[in-house]
């Protein structure tokens, strides 16, 4: 079973909660980073996989890197924003894949933005409602920061590449990047 963000763990979690699964009948798991791996840890699992450093789908893909998939069925659940990508890796590995959607993202829209001096995008979706919502120009002379590489090149496609990337794709990273970014500003 493959879950990619912390809100798939959560939203799969409450099904087989709702579904009354005992979750020790389980498969074995897979996450894209320390965020989806403490989203399962907060339901009391613990994913066999995660990739060291590169926490995205890419780095999940790299890490299955070499392994055999040749028999095995994978489920993977899904944003309808995902990429194919991870299946397509384990599709070539020899799996059989289910690649499901399991949430839509949706935009929030708000009739007015507080006051701000920088902002954190956690991902590709949050740019492009952010960017939908506002008009161009909304980010000169603010402080941009991005979680990771999708994030990265979300902005970038809205003309707005961020001021600094967190060092690894996780928040804790993304708000030390923002704090070195304001100490010397």
Known sequence: LTLTSPSAVHIFM??????????????R?????????????????MPELTPPMDYSAQGLAEALGGQNFAGQRVLRLRSEKAGSLLADVMRQQGATVDDLLLYRNEAVKYDRFPEYDAVFFASASAVEAFMAQRPA?????????????????????????????????????????????????
């Open 29 to 45: 798991l897979m996450a894209c980073g320390p965020g989806s791996a403490a989203a399962f840890a907060e339901h009391g699992l």
């Open 137 to 185: 120009g909304e980010l000169d002379n603010k402080m941009v920061v991005a979680i990771g590489k999708p994030t990265t090149a979300a902005l970038a496609a809205a003309g707005r590449p961020p001021d600094t990337v967190a060092a690894a794709a996780t928040v804790e990273d993304a708000i030390m990047a923002l704090a070195r970014l304001a100490a010397f500003r």
């Open 14 to 27: 409450e099904m087989v909660r709702q579904a009354g699964v005992d979750i020790r009948r389980l498969p």
